[in-house]
């Protein structure tokens, strides 16, 4: 028995010694922030008052801690005490070009006085324009992105994916009348919380409130070909997934795991969906997240850092999914208005441009390499280390909420995924600094859970 326990003590300290020895030339960490510079606490008696009035007249959907966020600027938030806090969550993978960016702040005022809302009764200017763009620009993206034809406009990642459920079930009836109809997703997979996008979210906290969901939704284990393979079949009009998910923990999918799923979809003559609403529009890197494997959606959602923040989403199809959808198959009252299309015009001619998604994978490699430097300091605390681009995971071997805390009181913003996961998302225009200024808040709130776990 002995013999056995320092075999695996030599095992993993093995492990430990080359995880080290990995990182060392790729990173020396900056010094933990081990001060609490930002108490919980030491909440202003008027925030305090202001937060008591907010909940009592809205309904309490989230847990909040007592912080008002009153400005932002760049990667930095400010509370109403007038405290700085870097934010790596970007408003949760939204705000790419950072908060109150100059170049958003001068369209949103330049349309605003020129028109806001029309309704989709009338064509407007911007909306057509950022389709156009939307399309053309994907299909110089890649090689393997001609596939891109038309765009529905939406005011939202869920909106968005409901929609391209809908395509799907009409393309189930346009091929094969009603009996094909089903929807295949994926464990730990998110789609949002409509009736719709709720029912090709597996996971139970979210679904069971809410049961019985939207018949004809199944669910099975990412990265497993074998039982994909299995739940695609004739009656299966669609399968969404996500290229890297994101709240379900930070999980890439492997190439051969898409290439399996658009060669059975192709077989049973299914839509593949790829949800790329927070993988999506640069944060790994490239314009959109399957890009990295070469296979090709038939429809593509996104909305998150669309337009920076101003609510917007959409769905970019195949045209042999455009040709069946006609007028009053789908619609909405907002989608696409003049403002919103506007600041996504503006929003996605940056993140788009060459230089901008090199400039993220150059990021995201140094912020990367410090974090598995971090794993290599406090390897009983950090399990693994993900991720592409800016849409990093740092898996832990507990529950990391209170990591949020801990890092929040020493002025850093987190915030955590499915499998025990701490989502790092900063806004794609942060600067190396700024990174490692992050990573050395997270180093000390680790110091502090590894104390008290």
């Not at 109150?100 to 028109?115: I, M, P, Y």
């Amino acid at each position: 028995m002995n013999t056995i326990l320092r075999s695996t003590r030599m095992t993993r300290n093995f492990a430990q010694t080359a995880l080290k020895a990995n990182v060392r030339f790729a990173s020396s960490l900056p010094k933990a922030v081990t001060e609490i510079t930002h108490p919980d606490n030491k909440v202003s008696a008027a925030a305090l008052e202001t937060v008591e009035r907010f909940n009592q007249y809205t309904m309490s959907t989230y847990g909040r801690p007592n912080l008002i966020v009153s400005r932002g600027k760049g990667c930095y938030v400010y509370d109403t005490d007038d405290r700085a806090y870097l934010d790596f969550t970007a408003g949760i993978a939204v705000v790419a070009l950072g908060h109150s960016d100059d170049g958003v702040a001068k369209v949103l005022q330049e349309q605003a006085q020129k028109l806001v809302h029309t309704s989709n009764l009338y064509y407007n200017e911007t909306a057509g324009q950022l389709a156009e763009m939307l399309v053309t620009t994907t299909r110089a993206s890649s090689s393997s992105s001609d596939w891109a034809s038309k765009v529905f406009l939406a005011n939202s990642g869920t909106e968005a994916n409901e929609a391209a459920l809908k395509f799907a079930r009409k393309w189930g009836k346009h091929v094969k009348g009603d009996d094909k109809h089903k929807i295949v997703s994926f464990v730990h997979g998110f789609h949002g919380r409509s009736m719709g996008a709720l029912s090709a979210t597996y996971n139970p906290k979210y679904q069971k409130p809410f049961a019985p969901l939207v018949p004809g939704f199944s669910s099975v284990p990412y990265n497993d070909i074998d039982a994909a393979l299995a739940a695609i079949k004739d009656d299966t009009c669609g399968v969404i997934v996500e290229p890297v998910q994101g709240e379900g923990g930070v999980h890439p999918a492997k190439a051969e795991f898409l290439e399996a799923l658009r060669k059975r979809c192709d077989e049973v003559n299914a839509l593949l969906i790829f949800d790329e609403i927070q993988c999506g529009l640069g944060r790994t890197g490239k314009l959109w997240g399957h890009q990295h494997s070469g296979v090709s959606p038939d429809l593509l959602t996104m909305a998150k850092p669309l337009a920076n923040g101003v609510p917007i989403g959409a769905v970019l199809t195949a045209s042999k999914v455009s040709e069946i959808i006609k007028p009053g198959d789908h619609g909405t009252t907002f989608g696409g208005n003049p403002l919103a299309a506007a600041v996504a015009v503006h929003v996605f001619d940056r993140l788009s441009k060459p230089e901008f998604l090199a400039s993220v994978v150059e990021k995201g490699k140094a912020l990367k390499a410090d974090l598995q430097a971090l794993q290599a300091e406090m390897p009983d605390v950090i399990k693994d280390v993900r991720g592409e681009g800016l849409l990093l995971g740092v898996e832990l071997h507990a529950d990391p909420a209170p990591v949020v805390k801990m890092a929040r009181e020493r002025g850093l913003l987190l915030v955590t995924a499915g499998c025990n996961t701490i989502r790092v998302i900063p806004p794609l225009i942060i600067s190396r600094d700024e990174a490692r200024e992050g990573v050395a808040r997270l180093a000390g709130a680790l110091q502090e859970f590894s104390k008290s776990a």
